[in-house]
T-cell receptor
């Protein structure tokens, strides 16, 4: 089983739609969680960290469910500029994996007019 | 500010040739990473380092070696290149977070596109 798994999509949504992505992780020792955004042929960039209590940044909301070992990203009022690949990242702090940052395979989002 | 610099940005190799990718960061970061990205595969961790003189294996370490002799540099070597190593390689670094591990905010280089024929 992969350490971090995402639904690859693609998700095709109209402008203004709400879309949600999930990401599951297998290592219960995972400590920190993040969402990244990657535009075509560019390097990934940090979108937001995911905190235990959930957190919001404008139209983006991230949540963590430790019991079920998944994180989610919700995008409200989608814009054309939100079209990108969204990657979840997990930091495993346990034992020999300390410092290891593992990416999911990414979820492709296309927002159309 | 240069941030993270990868060299070379493009390279074509023949099967069996060797090469080294260089990653340099000027942010005094402890943590450095080498990832490869293939279509539909996301970023897969090859090797990483939690400090000068340390290295650790990631998800796909076979066929690669690394060294972190200086804090600012992280080298990725291919001893005998294979077509399966055709990919885009990203280097990244991270500073320490409050809990001592990486912050999770990775600073990436622009990527190195390697083709093995």
């Amino acid at each position: 089983r992969k350490e971090v798994e995402q639904d690859p999509g693609p998700f095709n949504v109209p402008e203004g739609a709400t879309v949600a992505f999930n990401c599951t992780y297998s290592n219960s020792a995972s400590q920190s969680f993040f969402w990244y955004r990657q535009d075509c042929r560019k390097e990934p960039k940090l979108l937001m960290s995911v905190y235990s209590s959930g957190n919001e940044d404008g139209r983006f909301t991230a949540q963590l469910n430790r019991a079920s070992q998944y994180i989610s990203l919700l995008i409200r009022d989608s814009k054309l500029s939100d079209s990108a690949t969204y990657l979840c990242v997990v930091h495993n702090a346990g034992g020999t994996s300390y410092g290891k940052l593992t990416f999911g395979q990414g979820t492709i989002l296309t927002v159309h007019p | 500010n240069a941030g993270v610099t990868q060299t070379p940005k493009f390279r074509v190799l023949k099967t069996g040739q060797s090469m080294t990718l260089l990653c340099a960061q000027d942010m005094n970061h402890e943590y450095m990473y080498w990832y490869r990205q293939d279509p539909g595969m996301g970023l897969r961790l090859i090797h990483y380092s939690v400090g000068e003189g340390t290295t650790a294996k990631g998800e796909v370490p076979d066929g690669y070696n690394v060294s972190r002799l200086k804090k600012q540099n992280f080298l990725l070597g291919l001893e005998s290149a294979a077509p399966s190593q055709t990919s885009v390689y990203f280097c990244a670094s991270s500073g320490p977070g409050l809990a001592g591990g990486p912050t999770g905010e990775l600073f990436f280089g622009e990527g190195s596109r390697l083709t093995v024929l």
